[in-house]
Each structure stands twice: as structure tokens, then as C-alpha cells.
């Protein structure tokens, strides 16, 4: 009965192959999020969506990409994977991007990804 | 460098005392906000707070903003072993959630 969940929860890939992560939501929510998380580093916001084909960076975009054809589903894309991207994905949605922060994010359980 | 600084990186305590950790910055932030993340799962949001200067308990757990709404503290009483876990802070900048950004977190353990 999950609102969001992540798939897939394990990967390991090569160097220079492109890699899917998928993020799907039950909650009907506009505002959908990708995170890294890396020791030391907290999370750091790779790019967003605020509406179905409307997606901007966040401050580590480089070498990614994403897509939202759907409101529920928000698809993050290795172009050609690095080592420095081994890391641990968090996708996470939320009611509203509203000044005030009253919404929080809710958060999926996340995506290991290591390149190999 | 991270925009909001945790302190400390590591706590380990024993059950029933109390602790206090804290959420830095130079920047002023029109929200704050405390999650709570446990291994091999992603953050849940413990409480959200807006105004300088506000108060907020949750249980055990009480959280302050800041009266210039830069820093951030979560104070545990009575520490429990399900407390465990990492406690991360992240503050709202802009008009938009985008723009939420996220400090290192504190790893909290606490033995029975």
C-alpha cells in the first residue's frame, strides 16, 4: 500500500551503459523529486518535475536525464553510466511546491545503483 | 560544502539520557524541516517548522527554529534504542520545494 515505490531496489552496471531508474506514485501528487545520497554529502537534488513534460535541473544534473509522460511515473536516465555515480537513489513526491515548505517530501525506499 | 551544517556527525548513548543535535547555516530559510532515516529506507518526515523562533513537540521530541530562521535543533528525552537511526535537517529556500536542500545528517545510536 505504498504511495511511491522505486524499482528496481538493486542494480549493478557497467561503465558507459545507459541505466533506467523508475519512480511511481499512487498519491496523485504534481511535484516529483530525484535524490543521490552519498556519505557525507546528504542528499543532493539531481532534477525535478512539476507537472507531466515539465522537469528542470537540480544542482548534480549533470550526466542525467528525465521523463515524466505520466503523473505518476518519473523515470531518471544514467546516459552513459560512470563510477562516480554509484550511489544510493531516493525518488520523493510531494502535494506542493509552495514557498512556505509546509508540504514535506515523501520518500521511496530507494535504488543501490553500482557501476562496475 | 554543505549549506547546512549537522553537528555532530555521530552520537552513541545510552537509553533514558537526553541529547541534543543541531542544524546550521548562513543562510536564512523560509522552512525547516527534520527526517528521520533508518537503514536501507528513505526518509520520513518527523515535523515541519516556518516561523522563527517556533517550538514544536512531537512526543519526546521537541524541535526549534531559529529566531533568524538559520539554525535548527532537535532535542531527545529520554533517549529509547528505537530512536536509532539518521536524523537529517533540510531548509526551503525559494518559492519552490526545488530549491529544499538537505544537511550531511547525525547517525543517533542509542543501547539499551
Known amino acids: 500500500d505504498a504511495g511511491i515505490t522505486q524499482s528496481p531496489r538493486h542494480k549493478v552496471t557497467e561503465t558507459g551503459t545507459p541505466v533506467t531508474l523508475r519512480c511511481h506514485q499512487t498519491?496523485?501528487?504534481?511535484?516529483m523529486y530525484w535524490y543521490r545520497q552519498d556519505p557525507g554529502h546528504g542528499l543532493r537534488l539531481i532534477h525535478y518535475?512539476?507537472?507531466?513534460?515539465?522537469?528542470d535541473k537540480g544542482e548534480v544534473s549533470d550526466g542525467y536525464s528525465v521523463s515524466r509522460s505520466k503523473t505518476e511515473d518519473f523515470l531518471l536516465t544514467l546516459e552513459s553510466a560512470t563510477s562516480s555515480q554509484t550511489s544510493v537513489y531516493f525518488c520523493?513526491?510531494?502535494?506542493?511546491?509552495?514557498?512556505?515548505?509546509?508540504?514535506?517530501?515523501?520518500f521511496g525506499s530507494g535504488t543501490r545503483l553500482t557501476v562496475v | 560544502t554543505q549549506l547546512l551544517e549537522q553537528s555532530p556527525q555521530f552520537l552513541s548513548i545510552q537509553e533514558g539520557e537526553n541529547l541534543t543535535v543541531y542544524c546550521n547555516s548562513s543562510s536564512v530559510f523560509s522552512s525547516l524541516q527534520w527526517y528521520r532515516q533508518e537503514p536501507g529506507e528513505g526518509p520520513v518526515l518527523l515535523v515541519t517548522v516556518v516561523t522563527g523562533g517556533e517550538v514544536k513537540k512531537l512526543k519526546r521530541l521537541t524541535f526549534q527554529f531559529g529566531d533568524a530562521r538559520k539554525d535548527s535543533s532537535l532535542h531527545i528525552t529520554a533517549a529509547q534504542p528505537g530512536d536509532t537511526g539518521l536524523y537529517l535537517c533540510?531548509?526551503?529556500?525559494?518559492?519552490?520545494?526545488?530549491?529544499?536542500?538537505f544537511g550531511a545528517g547525525t547517525r543517533l545510536t542509542v543501547k539499551p
Open positions: 518535475s512539476y507537472g507531466v513534460k515539465d522537469t
Open positions: 498519491e496523485n501528487h504534481r511535484y
Open positions: 520523493a513526491i510531494s502535494e506542493s511546491g509552495s514557498w512556505s515548505g509546509a508540504y514535506g517530501y515523501t
Open positions: 533540510a531548509g526551503g529556500r525559494g518559492y519552490n520545494n526545488n530549491d529544499m536542500r
